[in-house]
């Protein structure tokens, strides 16, 4: 079945530094790839996605390039702020019709 | 648009009561999903509905647990003879599939105690 491995956190920057969360993943066919987040006190909401090969999803200054050749899909913003700690998820989609979760990346960004 | 609705937000139960969950998605969202969460882990699928039907269930939902969408719209989820292992929480999520495309909307979740 499908399966995801992204990094363990917990991840622990200052403002403005650089965040990376690699997420690889094995699926059945062509999966399209998203990143979930969830902040404290609320529940899962989708941060962005990428449905084919070089396809870059990006939203609220992170990006994520769907890497076809290395069944990757990392997360990267460029300086994190307070309010982007919070857990965030790899999930492919493929055969199906269900995301397959990874086991969550919790990012604490102090001021 | 009032987003993904659960009820009861929690729940404490002992050991061999039996459960019960509400879902109400989004409106004419037409796919419904149940998730499994426990501490520290992502999300595990249990089963998803398009419309009334249930299309598929993972190996997780074992005998004891039944999902319902009888007039695609709400769902229930059923635990019954619940154990300590059901200790989760339950996430539901809702979708309109159109063209292909699919964005999955959560709820914030039923946190299960079995005690």
């Known amino acids: 079945g499908d399966s995801v491995t992204q990094m363990e956190g917990p991840v622990t920057l200052s403002e403005e530094a650089f965040l990376t969360i690699n997420c690889t993943y094995t699926?059945?066919?062509?999966?399209?790839l998203f990143w979930y987040v969830q902040y404290p006190g609320e529940g899962l909401q989708l941060l962005l996605k990428?449905?084919?090969?070089?396809d870059k999803g990006s939203n609220k200054g992170f990006e994520a390039t769907y890497r076809k050749e290395t069944t990757s899909f990392h997360l990267e913003k460029g300086s994190v702020q307070v309010s982007d700690s919070a857990v965030y998820f790899c999930?492919?989609?493929?055969?199906?019709?269900?995301?397959?979760f990874g086991g969550g990346t919790r990012v604490l960004v102090k001021p | 648009d009032t987003g993904v609705s659960q009820d009861p937000r929690h729940k404490i139960t002992k050991r061999g009561q039996n459960v019960t969950f509400r879902c109400d998605p989004i409106?004419?969202?037409?796919?419904l999903y149940w998730y499994r969460q426990t501490l520290g882990q992502g999300p595990e699928f249990l089963t998803y509905?398009?419309?009334?039907?249930?299309?598929?269930k993972s190996r997780l939902l074992s005998d004891r647990f039944s999902a319902e969408r009888p007039k695609g719209s709400f769902s229930t989820l059923e635990i019954q003879r619940t154990e300590q292992g059901d200790s989760a929480m339950y996430l539901c999520?809702?979708?309109?599939?159109?063209?292909?495309?699919?964005?999955?909307?959560f709820g914030s979740g039923t946190q299960l105690s079995v005690l």
């Open positions: 999520a809702s979708s309109l599939v159109q063209g292909g495309n699919e964005k999955l909307f």
């Open positions: 699926a059945t066919g062509y999966p399209s």
């Open positions: 990428a449905t084919k090969a070089d």
């Open positions: 999930a492919p989609k493929a055969a199906g019709n269900k995301l397959t």
């Open positions: 409106s004419e969202h037409n796919r």
């Open positions: 509905f398009q419309n009334e039907a249930q299309l598929e």
